[in-house]
């Protein structure tokens, strides 16, 4: 298992903590350190501000699939993406809205969702 997949696995075990507007968001440099642990299809937004990532299916039966199973997952951890939701991809995109920003919940469940996504019959 390399690094990259060992963080990727230290992320999906933990769980999501209550933030409130006084939590301190994540830095650039944190952000970026975390993003090393997920798939290479997640992008920073803006200066750190959130992550987002699109997946690609093979018909709509596929795609809400998929989005039920982050459902599942936002509503465990109790921290929700945006969701944009499409015939054949969904666009999840994760920001910690309690602060405007990027926290540690929103690599976890990045982490995840990654864990779940080689498990579903996606495009190519």
């Known amino acids: ?6 963080k990727s696995a230290a992320l999906q075990t ?14 650039e440099a944190q952000c970026r350190a975390l993003l090393a642990s997920l798939s290479a299809e ?8 959130a992550i987002t990532r699109e997946f690609r299916f093979r018909n709509f039966y596929q795609t809400i699939a998929f989005v039920n199973a982050v459902a599942w997952i936002a509503n ?12 054949n991809r969904c666009k999840v995109q994760y920001s910690t809205h309690a602060i405007g920003n990027l926290s540690e919940n929103d690599f976890i469940c990045a982490a995840k969702i990654d864990a779940l996504f080689p498990l579903l019959d996606q495009e190519g």
């Open 1 to 6: 298992m390399s690094h990259a997949e060992e």
């Open 14 to 27: 933990r769980h999501c903590k209550a933030c409130n507007p006084q939590t301190p968001p994540l830095s």
């Open 42 to 49: 997640w992008k920073l937004v803006g200066a750190a501000q």
């Open 76 to 87: 465990g951890e109790d921290h929700h993406p945006d969701l944009e939701v499409g015939y």
